[in-house]
Structures are given as C-alpha cells and as structure tokens.
C-alpha cells in the first residue's frame, strides 16, 4: 500500500507548556527552573520549565530525584483549569485553518491541512501563522513539525523545539530516519528502546534492516508498526475529536520472570508510561488493569474500579501491585506484563471534588 506524499500534516507541541503558563502569570517565575506539582516525598513532576530540563528534570520523574538535580527548583502547584481553558484558546486558532484537528493532550495536536479553510498552498506557512497566533494570543510559544505523515509530523516537531519549525517534505522521510536512535521514535519507549539496543540495534537503519517477520516475532503487533516507521511509512489518518477511553503500556520480556519482586520491578516503566499520560492529556482514570501473559501464552487480566478518579501515582501504583500481588505465586514464567487505566475524565471535570483515597 503506498502512502500519499500529498497530504499535508502538522503537529503542533506547546513548549513547556504548564510550566510556561506559570512562568507567563507570575514573573518571578521568568528565567527559573520550575516543576509544576508536589515536592512532597511521594509527589511527582508534571512538568518542567527548559531551565529545569538543563539539570535533567523531566515530566513523570519522581520530585525527590528531581530535587536532587536541581536543588533550586521551585515547585508549583498545578492549575489544570487555567491549562484548559488556555488549551481551548489553542485549538480555536486551529479551528480556522482546519476541522480535522486530533487532539493528542492539552498541549498537543495533529493537523490534516491538505486541504484547508483558508486554501492555503503551503503547510509551512500555515504552521508559521498557527505558532504567531498562538504567541500573539496566549504570549506562549509553540514548535510544529510539518510533513506527508504523522510519524514525521511528530518527529520534526522536537528537531526545532522550542519556539521553532521543521519540514520533512516527500521524498525525504526515509534518509531523515536513518541516522536517529530508535528511542527518539515515537511508539518506541525506554525498555523497548533498551531491549533494540541489546540486540544491535540502535538507529534507523539499524531497524530498517530487520525482516517484518523478525521484529514481528521479538515484539508482536508492534514489529509491523516498528517495521513501516523504520522506512518513514506511516498510513494512520488525522482522527477529528478523538476521545481516548483508555491508556495502557505492557512489556513482552526476553526472559521469563517468576519471582514477586521481578514483576514488581518490571511493572514500573508501564506504571511511568500510564502516568505520564496522564499528566500531559490532564486526566485521570477510576479503573485499573493489570494484564499477564505466561510463557505458554495463557493470558489473565485483573481488575479493579474505585469510586473516585485516580489523581495521585502512588493510589495506581499501589493498586496495579495488589492486583499482581492477588495471583502470586505465579504457576509458570510470566513473558508479558501490563497495566492500563481506563474510565478517564477530564481533570477540568474532576477540579473542586473532594477526592478520598480510592481503597
């Protein structure tokens, strides 16, 4: 199946964008390293200001570690109504370009302007309007990435962040992807990332070089999806007003795990995955999945719903373990182990509710 080089793809990636709207309401913030949520032990970054991210702070890392990198950092608390409503203000101004807008979080979107409100000829342009709009409305800066796919789309918007743009036009999606290390794909996280890198395989060429069938039977499904993004094919149309019901991570393991404090181990980087989603969409979920594949391939979920939205980590982590907790011993090696939260709402919905723990 050849994809069409003639579409026109914009991904759009509000830079810093929780910490920016603090630094942008109080200037004593300006030019500081800031994390917006909870310094307390337990507590969690949403995310950071660039001045931060030079200490190797980062969205979803534990406060305690971030303070640690950055004993200056100063911690605010989390607006997640101020951040919506700005969000809303964003996707107006893509509204007049395009009503094939899918939004990926508060601060994220992709954009199909092949053919658009304002027939505009060039996709760069339009993203060159798009961000001075933002700038000029929100006094926030945006960087976009612009190509014929939403793979490359994604890709080019981190080549020129902050605060710039870069094309990918046809023809040049294949040559682009070859020097990058396979962690900067995005649908390629750190454990995956980590395990390609074990087996040799560190760039894009490096995976270009794999047989579908190869990376098929390492990695299920996903080789296919790691097979056709090795050669800058990504078919995956711009879905208007998705609404994700669910996020969820898992991890197929090269050796069989048995042990309760292997599995307790290896569900972390699926739990930092769920969150950081979390974090950046601004929602939250009420019911947790803990997914087991055993090394014949027999397959068992466990579940559970609390009544209240699950707003802080250490409530999911401690679930996901019980679940797991509530099949030990385990009969036979475990090859598969995943987590998903489910039943989502909004954080706008869930702000002012007087939240009890969830168990």
């Not at 094939?100 to 342009?125: C, F, G, W």
């Not at 098929?216 to 050669?231: D, E, L, M, N």
Request: with cysteine; proline share 6%; charged share 25%.
């Amino acid at each position: 199946m050849e994809q069409d080089a003639n579409r026109k793809i914009i991904h759009l990636d509000m830079d810093a964008f929780y910490a920016s709207v603090e630094q942008r309401d109080n200037p004593e913030l300006r030019g500081r390293p800031v994390a917006v949520g909870s310094p307390r032990q337990r507590g969690v970054v949403a995310a950071a200001s660039y001045e931060a991210r030079e200490f190797g702070v980062r969205s979803a890392m534990a406060s305690t570690t971030a303070l640690r990198r950055c004993p200056d950092l100063i911690f605010v608390k989390p607006r997640f109504d101020v951040y919506k409503a700005v969000s809303r203000q964003i996707r107006a101004i893509f509204a007049e370009y395009t009503p094939l807008i899918e939004p990926v979080s508060l601060d994220e979107a992709y954009l199909d302007v092949t053919t658009n409100l304002k027939q505009m000829p060039s996709a760069t342009r339009i993203a060159q309007e798009i961000r001075a709009a933002i700038f000029e409305q929100t006094r926030l800066t945006a960087s976009a990435g612009i190509s014929y796919n939403k793979f490359l789309a994604k890709l080019a918007s981190d080549f020129r962040k902050p605060n710039g743009q870069y094309l990918i036009a046809p023809g040049q999606g294949p040559a682009f992807v070859e020097p990058l290390p396979v962690g900067a794909f995005h649908g390629i996280g750190p454990v995956t990332a980590t395990r390609l890198n074990q087996m040799g395989i560190f760039t894009g060429l490096d995976l270009r070089q794999q047989p579908e069938e190869w990376l098929r039977q390492h990695f299920g499904k996903a080789g296919s999806y790691y097979y056709t993004i090795a050669r800058a094919i990504d078919h995956r149309p711009v879905v208007a007003d998705r609404l994700r019901k669910s996020i969820g991570s898992e991890t197929t393991f090269e050796h069989d795990l048995s042990t309760p404090e292997e599995l307790t181990d290896a569900l972390q980087p699926a739990l930092d995955t769920v969150w950081e989603y979390c974090l950046r969409a601004g929602v939250w979920g009420r019911s947790v999945t803990v997914k087991i594949k055993y090394n014949d391939f027999q397959q068992i979920t466990r579940s559970r719903t609390c009544l209240a939205l699950i707003t802080h980590r250490p409530w999911l982590d401690a679930i996901a373990q019980e679940l797991v907790a509530s099949v030990l011993p385990v009969p036979k090696g475990v090859r598969l182990l995943g987590v998903s939260l489910s039943s989502l709402d909004s954080a706008e919905e869930s702000a002012g509710r007087q939240l009890a723990l969830p168990f």
